[in-house]
């Protein structure tokens, strides 16, 4: 049902994916909406934003080690404990952070080449980052400027002039 002279913008707007190229052979590519490509460079700011927040937390964890010393009324925690365990937390925030961020940039990059489902992923990568620094409180006022950024990212991939790029794929009946 598909014609073989059919260039990839047809095929995306019947829900079908780009046609396999051969190999050596350099696929076409459709040019992104300007939303969608000021959209990429967003996530990929939103990424760093994110990294760097959570790298300045690392960095700065001995004020709140200190303040937790200083509060403690707990006789089993002593003040090694105290900073070690602060110290993995923030660890682990960071390189969760950096992974986040890495995969604000590979779903964006994924999105800014029309596939679908990489916007969706990127949304729910969003909730889940918002989620986690609300709930749990590990969020910091330059953790709060990336997920503005990333909000901001996230929207414009949902504008109507852009929905034509990102088509629903109908389902087959067997």
């Known amino acids: 049902m598909t014609a073989a002279n059919e260039s990839d913008d047809e095929r995306r707007a019947r829900g079908l994916p780009p046609a396999p190229s051969l190999a050596g052979a350099e696929a076409e590519r459709p040019e992104a909406p300007r939303p969608v490509q000021v959209s990429f460079w967003l996530w990929v700011a939103a990424g760093v934003v994110l990294a760097a927040a959570y790298l300045v937390a690392f960095l700065t964890r001995q004020q709140l080690v200190d303040e937790l010393v200083r509060t403690n009324t707990n006789q089993q925690l002593t003040p090694e404990r105290i900073a070690s365990g602060t110290t993995v937390l923030f660890a682990m925030l960071l390189v969760g952070s ?3 961020g890495a ?4 779903f964006a990059w994924k999105a800014r080449q029309g596939t679908r489902s990489a ?6 990568l969003l909730v889940i980052v918002l989620l986690f620094q609300v709930l ?3 969020y910091t006022g330059i953790s709060l400027i990336a997920t503005l950024i990333a909000l901001v ?4 991939m949902y504008i109507p002039s852009v929905q034509p790029y990102f088509p629903k794929v109908g389902r087959r009946s067997p």
């Open 119 to 124: 916007r969706t992923v990127l949304t729910v």
């Open 136 to 138: 749990l409180r590990t």
């Open 103 to 106: 995969f604000f940039v590979l």
């Open 98 to 100: 950096v992974s986040f």
């Open 153 to 156: 990212a996230l929207a414009l």
